[in-house]
């Protein structure tokens, strides 16, 4: 019943550009931040971006600052990762989690209720 299901993953030349999204259902929605999280080979999940319920106010991690722009659409239950000038370095699975939080919590924290499955991105010429 509790579901997020990212989408919108793949292979992108460094560079390029890659929109995430994470579809929920299950849940009030709109009563929870949500994050987008990821973990490479070697290294240990780290929150990337997170939003809060109402989408006013954002976290980014430092490395993503200025390339990424999260969103979400509260009537959708969708939240959108816009990834632009991806590096080789972003190549990792990416994952959505819910949180009834602030952004610093969910995203610095980890304080996530929900997660979904995960998606690749892998970013290489």
């Known amino acids: 019943q509790l579901q997020l299901v990212e989408s919108g993953g793949g292979l992108v030349q460094p560079g390029g550009s890659l929109r995430l999204s994470c579809a929920a259902s299950?849940?009030?929605?709109?009563?929870?931040?949500i994050g987008w999280f990821r973990q490479a080979p070697g290294k240990e999940r780290e929150g990337v971006s997170c939003i809060s319920s109402r989408g006013m106010h954002t976290y980014y991690e430092d490395s993503v600052k200025g390339r990424f722009t999260i969103s979400r659409d509260n009537a959708k239950n969708t939240v959108y990762l816009q990834m632009n000038s991806l590096k080789p370095e972003d190549t990792a699975v990416y994952t959505c989690?819910?949180?009834?939080?602030?952004?610093?919590?969910?995203?610095?924290?980890?304080?996530?209720?929900?997660w979904g499955q995960g998606i690749q991105v892998t970013v290489s010429s």
């Open positions: 989690g819910a949180g009834g939080t602030t952004v610093q919590a969910l995203c610095v924290g980890g304080r996530s209720d929900y």
């Open positions: 299950g849940f009030t929605f709109d009563d929870y931040a």
